[in-house]
């Protein structure tokens, strides 16, 4: 079972930047997406990619964040760039051989998450 390890999460202030990281332990899953979880919401999809290089953004990250994969590293990033208060979350790498779109289903393998906190 694939593991993965998020990074690259911290405190920055409103239009600020990151760029996360999801490390993989293998390359045998298709897709391997960022999902995001703001305290007493529900877990919502943000950026999906699969190996050949489709990508999917949620509407509200749409020109601000930017989802790749370094097949090499088995690696997927996150740059987001003007960050807004309501960005804040924690972000959390996902992988499955098959998306349903953005929506976060239980059965895709998870990682533990790193958390995004943007102040106005």
């Known amino acids: 079972r694939v593991r993965l390890v998020e990074s690259g999460g911290g405190s920055v202030q409103t239009g600020g930047s990151l760029r996360l990281s999801c490390a993989a332990s293998s390359a045998d899953k298709n897709c391997l997406g960022w999902f995001r979880q703001a305290p007493g919401k529900e877990r919502q999809g943000v950026a999906v990619?699969?190996?050949?290089?489709?990508?999917r953004y949620d509407d509200f990250v749409k020109g601000r964040f930017t989802v790749s994969r370094d097949i090499a590293k088995n690696t997927l990033y996150l740059q987001m760039i003007s960050l807004k208060p309501e960005d804040t979350a924690m972000y959390y790498c996902?992988?499955?051989?098959?998306?349903?779109?953005?929506?976060?289903?239980?059965?895709?393998?998870w990682g533990r998450g790193t958390q995004v906190t943007v102040s106005s």
């Open positions: 996902a992988a499955d051989d098959h998306f349903v779109g953005l929506t976060p289903l239980s059965t895709y393998t």
């Open positions: 990619s699969d190996r050949n290089g489709n990508t």
